[in-house]
């Protein structure tokens, strides 16, 4: 629309998040991430959550049951979560490689950990655990629900990429289309900031560890 190409408005995007989350991450500390955090997960949850109610909505003529019951009649084995042999990610994956990676990710990866481990006491940083774990459980409504609904109101050639912002725009207003996009952007600057912040502790253990072989 402003005659700028793709690929301009791609390394824009990239440079304008580096430089935000720099400014209020470096001058901000773990604090403003974990605040901006906390703000860009309610959005994320409302959003996340009216996604596929609407979407279900609809499906179903105004009714969000009707929606699922057409999804049950039309496509009920995309509700089927062990699958079949020829799945690109068998379900028998959950117990071996998928445990292994995620036991890696959510308990050892530093910008994971340092939320947990900056809690002012044990207690805190237990309650945080728990509510984080109820979020993930909440994956498959933010995640495979939209799929299945796009699935069902655009048909099978919709490509898998496109599915998610086709539905945004299909069944969101256009002010809170806006609104949903702030809170994406938003949460990539979290993760940018929660990098960059783990990035710098480890920036500085290893200078410290440095000067102490130094002075040894």
Not at 14 to 21: K, R
Not at 101 to 104: A, E, I, Q
């Given at each position: 629309m402003f005659g700028v190409s793709s690929t301009t408005a791609l390394w824009i995007t990239?440079?304008?998040?580096?430089?935000?989350?720099s400014i209020y991450a470096?001058?901000?500390g773990l604090k403003a991430v974990a605040v901006s955090d906390t703000v860009n997960g309610i959005g994320l949850l409302i959003g996340g959550l009216m996604i596929p109610f609407l979407g279900l909505m609809a499906l179903g003529d105004g009714s969000p049951v009707d929606g699922f019951n057409k999804i049950m009649e039309n496509t009920p084995e995309k509700l089927n979560s062990i699958g079949g042999e020829k799945d690109p990610v068998p379900f028998s994956t959950m117990f071996t490689g998928m445990l292994l990676?995620?036991?890696?990710y959510w308990g050892t990866a530093q910008h994971i950990m340092q939320r947990a481990l900056a809690a002012k006491n044990l207690k805190e940083g237990q309650k945080g655990l728990i509510i984080a774990a109820f979020l993930k459980l909440l994956g498959p409504a933010f995640l495979i629900i939209p799929g299945i609904i796009a699935f069902n109101i655009f048909g099978p050639g919709l490509p898998p990429m496109e599915a998610y912002p086709k539905l945004v725009n299909h069944v969101l207003p256009t002010p809170l289309v806006g609104f949903f996009a702030a809170v994406l952007f938003g949460a990539i600057l979290s993760s940018f900031n929660s990098a960059l912040n783990s990035s710098v502790t480890l920036f500085v253990l290893n200078r410290l560890f440095s000067y102490r072989l130094l002075l040894s």
């Open positions: 990239v440079w304008g998040i580096g430089i935000i989350g470096i001058f901000g990676v995620n036991l890696f």
